[in-house]
Nanobody
Framework: QVQLVESGGGLVQAGGSLRLSCVASGLTFGTNSVGWFRQAPGKEREFVAGISWSGGNTYYGDSVRGRFTISRDNAGNTVYLQMNSLKPEDTAGYYC??????????????????WGQGTQVTVSS
């Protein structure tokens, strides 16, 4: 059974930083591309960042490029999202998702087969 568990969300002031973690189980983790998505109330789910199974390729959404960094530790079955220079508009539930084995990074949520329950990030102004 595949499980993705996010942690690290919380309340932070604008300009601050948070690091989210996503721990996976039930996967041969080093063969799965992983993405972070976010969803604010009343809005569609938005692609934030993605990383290939080896970690050699990354891709970011326009709204976070230059502020957020995605990385992974395959030995620890964990993907991280370092979020710097946070803005109130970054407030959302953040979800990690994994694709099936050896599939490339994708920006569409429908391309991901496995999802975590999410962690809330709230940025105050």
């Amino acid at each position: 059974q595949v499980q993705l568990v996010e942690s690290g969300g919380g309340l932070v002031q604008a300009g601050g930083s948070l690091r989210l973690s996503c721990v996976a189980s039930g996967l041969t983790f080093g063969t799965n591309s992983v993405g972070w998505f976010r969803q604010a109330p009343g809005k569609e789910r938005e692609f934030v960042a993605g990383i290939s199974w080896s970690g050699g390729n990354t891709y970011y959404g326009d709204s976070v490029r230059g502020r957020f960094t995605i990385s992974r530790d395959n030995a620890g079955n964990t993907v991280y999202l370092q979020m710097n220079s946070l803005k109130p508009e970054d407030t959302a539930g953040y979800y990690c998702a994994a694709r099936r084995t050896l599939q490339r990074i994708a920006v569409g949520a429908e391309e991901y087969s496995y999802w975590g329950q999410g962690t809330q990030v709230t940025v105050s102004s």
